[in-house]
């Protein structure tokens, strides 16, 4: 097998080892609905087993299908995800009989296949790119799950580098184009393509992402009690929801504290805030008078390199993501501690824009000029236009085979199980414009 598929094939061994840990709990825990937000774990179990028995073994290699009466079940847009638990799903056992049964045909088709063919689901093994990232998502939405499942003991936890108080609080972005998106990443999803110039004006954004200090104040001076800082639909989803303060966060003996998978802990200060939604980030960064970054903004700040006229894999450049830069592939079971990666800064010097949480930034999910929908409209075209937010940057929960600066996510503007934060920006007034740095 040549390098490539021999990297491939340790690839799809990573991310296997990984849906696996995570289904590594009796029965009961798989099969049930630790939240209507959710499906039950050994949903997503079988369903990326079937994914790839779909798209490898069906599409790019021609095989007939192993058991095509489950198709329907694990068809994320034939059953809402409130629904699944009434599904005649496989059992773990047998789900995890059928994923390695597809598996190893996978296995087969990856030595048969031309890497340098035209078909474009074969060329640069596009189609075990789609799967992998696929699996990685679900695999990240697992985690999602189980930390709404409030079970202990199931995730492992790890250590991190410690944070780094101090600095600039925000980084000025001078005004001009760069090249978003991408027509080179061979794995890149259709919603990254294709890459287009985007002219910008000059603006700041925070070096950091938004701390638990920082939104702890926010909510200490009554911010989830004052109107001015939300839009009309975020005081109605704050006013229903009786949101007080980020999920999973309470209150007792004068101390925030978090429950995170299942373990009660003081909510440690100086970490990025997470378990926010998009309502929440917004009026936040109203209340301190800046705004959310547009996506645009986000993806200038993290991967242009102005000197080189050029954008960059991952905001220190194209190096794969190392410990020293980022906190990403579920190193430790939580955010890294603010200013930890000074290695992993951008061109810019903004700091953490990959891993750690997902940034939710001010845009709407839109195709980019020139989109074509690539291999199937459900996977992004399908979304474009809804009211959903786009998130940038990938979390700890996110694996460096689903990262990079031109990846985009995209959830309904109440969603907070995942694992969202953000940070802020403003626009530059004309006199900051001639004096950057200074604030
Ligand atoms: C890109 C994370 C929004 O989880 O709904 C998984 C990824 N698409 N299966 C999702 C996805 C199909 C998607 N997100
Ligand atoms: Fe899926």
Redesign the pocket.
């Known amino acids: 097998m040549s390098d490539f598929k021999e990297r491939i094939a340790a690839e799809l061994v990573s991310v296997r080892n990984r849906s696996l840990t995570y289904t590594d709990a009796e029965d009961d825990v798989l099969l049930r609905q630790h939240s209507p937000l959710m499906s039950p774990l050994v949903w997503d179990l079988a369903?990326v087993g079937n994914?790839e028995e779909l798209w490898v073994l069906r599409e790019a290699g021609g095989i007939t299908p192993l058991r095509p009466e489950i198709d329907d079940m694990y068809d994320?847009f034939m059953h809402p995800r409130k629904d699944r638990p009434s599904l005649p799903m496989l059992a773990p056992v047998e789900a995890r009989h059928y994923i390695e049964g597809v598996r190893g045909r996978v296995l087969d088709v990856l030595d048969k296949v031309d890497l340098h063919s035209p078909d474009p689901l074969h060329r640069g093994g596009f189609v075990f790119g789609l799967v992998i990232q696929?699996e990685h998502?679900?695999d990240?939405?697992m985690l999602a799950t189980l930390q709404l499942s409030k079970e202990p003991g199931l995730v492992r936890d790890g250590d991190l580098p410690p944070g780094r108080p101090g600095g600039p609080e925000e980084v000025f972005i001078p005004a001009g184009s760069f090249l978003m998106g991408t027509d080179t990443e061979p794995w890149a999803?259709d919603n990254e393509r294709p890459a287009h110039r985007v002219d910008l004006p000059g603006y700041w954004i925070d070096r950091l992402p938004v701390g638990n200090r920082a939104y702890a104040a926010f909510i200490e001076e009554g911010g989830y009690d004052d109107p001015r800082w939300w839009t009309p639909e975020g005081w109605r989803w704050r006013q229903e929801s009786r949101a007080f303060a980020p999920l999973f966060w309470t209150r007792d003996g004068g101390t925030w504290w978090r429950n995170r998978f299942g373990r009660t802990e003081p909510v440690p200060m100086d970490e990025p805030v997470q378990h926010v939604c998009w309502y929440e980030a917004d009026a936040y960064a109203r209340w301190a008078g800046k705004r959310l970054p547009t996506e645009a903004e986000w993806e200038k700040a993290c991967g242009w390199d102005p000197e080189a006229e050029r954008a960059r894999k991952y905001p220190w450049g194209d190096d794969v993501p190392g410990a020293d830069r980022t906190n990403l592939g579920h190193r430790a079971a939580r955010p890294a501690p603010l200013g930890a990666f000074p290695a992993g800064a951008s061109a810019y010097g903004v700091e953490q824009m990959i891993g750690d949480v997902w940034e939710w930034t001010g845009s709407r999910f839109l195709a980019y000029p020139g989109f074509s929908s690539f291999p199937y409209p459900?996977?992004?075209e399908v979304?474009f236009g809804g009211d959903?937010r786009v998130l940038r940057g990938g979390s700890w929960a996110a694996d460096p085979a689903a990262v990079r600066t031109t990846f985009?996510?995209?959830?309904h503007p109440i969603r907070r199980q995942?694992f969202s934060g953000f940070r802020c920006a403003r626009s530059a007034s004309p006199e900051r414009v001639s004096s950057p740095g200074q604030k």
């Open positions: 369903h994914y994320a696929h998502q679900h990240e939405t999803y459900e996977y992004s979304f959903y985009r996510n995209w959830d995942i």
